[in-house]
């Protein structure tokens, strides 16, 4: 049984205090009823004085004082956003201690890393989640409830480009910290191509392509993917580090369309242009606080004692996929994939809302992917 406070909140230590942590995750925790942030984990001294004096935290660690955290008996859960190769041992870790695990997608850098992650919270008896927000999102929900419900006759194609510029120097520009487009933005992609076919890939084949600027000496400038799925559909994506923001995709039906806009942002609108037989219909989704409805749900689980949907199962899948994707660059042939059966998907059913958080807090030591903060 999980040791909670009075008010029957999970009380968390968010580990790893970089750009998307400070600016989405750390102010969620006041959007909700059931989540408490309780303890900050990090390597930067002056990151964690502003930020417990701000949010006021009284339990500050490093990363060397992690496993005090763990075993200090004030946090039921941890919600992991470090950097991508270090997600297998910091969920490992936790898991060993019986502390719950939030970890950020992608869920690690190699399958064989997924897969202790999954046994650690199988034979510990913990829950574990993949921080995939999208499922728990209104406008990707009602997307995937468009396309099951066959308003746009069956589902043939997907498409999507997303693409951001990401600043020289960056984390996700290195190759041993498990950077690179198709791992960090192309999973949105992967991912919403299975939760809107509703199924798994068979077969894969990707192209990268770079002008070789410097920034992008250790990982490709942008990718492109094809994937067949099951009864012949193909899905296609381009993802950038290169290119100015764009986050859309469009399923295209036999009888209808659906594009929508700004697909994978964890802020502001998300747009839907719906086209049945040449009339467009147009829906827009306000902005809510998906860290919050994450922390919602997640805590939700835990309290309830259910499996959360965005598992362990939904994160090894998307980095077989990927970990495919790579290996068909490198020999510039279709790659065959194996991933596990899913026997839950995502559907509205578990749309969470969370009023949007307008405020916008000041960084820490930390700057968004494109530099501006």
Same mark, same amino acid.
């Given at each position: +049984? ?21 600016? *989405?995750?750390?102010?969620?925790? *006041? ?14 001294? /002056? ?23 763990? $075993?200090?008996?004030?946090?039921? &859960? ?12 910091? $969920? ?18 190699? =399958?064989?890393?997924?897969? *202790? +992650? +999954? ?9 574990? +989640? ?14 995937? =409830? ?7 006759? #069956? ?62 000496? #250790? ?11 099951? @009864? ?32 994978? $942002? ?8 719906? /086209? ?6 147009? !829906?827009?989704? #306000? ?5 919050? &409805? ?19 199962? =939904? ?17 510039? !042939? ?16 578990? $749309?969470?809302?969370?009023?949007? @958080? ?16």
């Amino acid at each position: +049984m999980t040791a909670t406070n009075e008010k029957n909140k999970i009380r968390y230590a968010v580990v790893g205090l970089g750009w998307f942590a400070q600016e *989405a995750a750390l102010p969620a925790f *006041a959007n909700t009823d059931n989540s408490e942030l309780v303890a900050l984990v990090s390597d930067d001294p /002056t990151k964690l004085e502003e930020l417990s004096k701000k949010y006021g935290i009284q339990h500050t660690y490093s990363y060397e004082e992690y496993e005090d955290c763990l $075993t200090s008996g004030e946090i039921d &859960a941890v919600y992991i956003a470090l950097p991508n190769h270090l997600h297998c041992d910091y $969920t490992v870790r936790a898991a060993n201690q019986a502390i719950h695990v939030l970890c950020e997608k992608p869920m690690a850098v190699t =399958e064989k890393e997924c897969e *202790a +992650m +999954m046994k650690a919270a199988n034979d510990n008896g913990i829950k574990l +989640m993949i921080a995939y927000r999208l499922h728990l999102e209104p406008a990707n929900l009602q997307a995937v =409830e468009i396309v099951r419900s066959q308003q746009i006759g #069956e589902p043939r194609i997907f498409n999507s480009v997303f693409s951001q510029q990401v600043e020289g120097g960056n984390i996700r520009l290195r190759e041993v910290t498990g950077g690179g487009t198709i791992y960090d933005i192309g999973i949105y992609c992967i991912n919403a191509a299975r939760y809107l076919f509703q199924d798994e890939p068979t077969e894969v084949f990707a192209m990268a392509a770079s002008k070789g600027e410097q920034r992008f000496s #250790e990982v490709e400038e942008m990718a492109s993917v094809i994937l067949r799925f099951p @009864n012949e559909r193909l899905a296609t994506f381009t993802c950038s580090f290169g290119a100015t923001k764009v986050s859309n995709y469009q399923v295209v039906g036999t009888k209808g369309d659906l594009l929508v806009k700004s697909a994978y $942002t964890w802020h502001g609108e998300l747009k839907h242009y719906l /086209t049945i037989n040449g009339e467009t219909q147009e !829906q827009t989704f #306000e902005s809510h606080d998906q860290l919050a &409805a994450e922390f919602t749900y997640f805590s939700d689980c835990i309290l309830q004692n259910k499996d959360p949907e965005p598992s362990g199962t =939904e994160g090894l899948n998307d980095v077989c996929i990927i970990q495919a994707l790579y290996q068909s660059i490198e020999t510039g !042939q279709p790659v065959q994939v194996q991933t596990l059966e899913r026997s839950q998907r995502p559907t509205s059913d578990q $749309t969470v809302k969370r009023p949007a @958080n307008e405020e916008k807090p000041e960084l820490i030591h930390a700057a968004a992917p494109s530099g501006n903060s």
